[in-house]
């Protein structure tokens, strides 16, 4: 059963040649390129817990998500001010906020207690099972006690703080967007049209399906546009760390990397984790 809910949960990258090749048989498309659907997989909102025997309550994962959150929101504001107006992560993360219906007390309580509580942000860089890449993103108001901390647990399941790791990954535009019943054919030739680079199905925090559209840091605000004159129903943007050289682990390996994400998103110092692992077919 496990093997069947990880064979689910890790759907086979889809190429679609045929698809852009018909494009490029058109005069007005004659710039074309390859595009690909391709799973989120383990990235910063993981899929760990599709292949648990036993999922943490909904409750539980609801206030783990709003604390997420409320960290995200004090990165933005420490970077670019409390002004959403002038504030583009601000922004993003207040709409993202909005559509998962997070209290506004708490939200707004992020927002004024940024500046007054210490702590600063880190990217640490590890290696897990299987030779896999993970970025891990801190915030934190003691940085030795957190380096200690991720170390013990990297250690504990099979990986171990490292450097280049971040060499895997690029910084890209996401536009996440509402599945509706849009087929895998369909989010590609949506993909496509918008200018998109690739486009990846997944579930949110909530397990519900999303359509992740990934592009180019510089144009993530054309693409959303084109999408929604598209009429995709878009839910947030923003800046991600994706994987460009993939680690493909087994079955057995898969379920250590489960386990290894599931204790880093435990740890109250962590903000998000972004990792390169695909499932051998």
Known sequence: MLGDMILRAFRLTVRVSA??????????????????????????????????????????????????????????????????????????????????????????GAIKGAKSKPGAQYLYEATGPGGCMLLIEVLTDNNTRSHQEIKRIMVKHGGALCEGARRNFDRKGVVAASRDGISSEKALELAIEAGAEDVQEMEDEEEKPVLQFICDITSIKAVRGALESLGVHTLSAGLEFVSHTPSLLNQTQLETASTLLEALNDCSDVVRVWDNIHAQT
């Open 19 to 108: 698809v852009v090749q018909s494009r490029c048989q058109c005069p007005a498309l004659h710039s074309c390129r390859a595009l690909h659907s391709s799973p989120a997989l383990w990235a910063g909102h993981n899929k760990w817990s599709k292949v648990k025997d036993i999922k943490i309550p909904k409750d539980a994962a609801r206030a783990r998500m709003i604390a997420k959150y409320t960290m995200l929101i004090r990165i933005a504001v420490r970077e670019g001010g409390v002004n959403p107006e002038f504030n583009v992560a601000l922004a993003q993360l207040l709409e993202q906020c909005r559509n998962k219906n997070l209290p506004k007390a708490t939200v707004e």
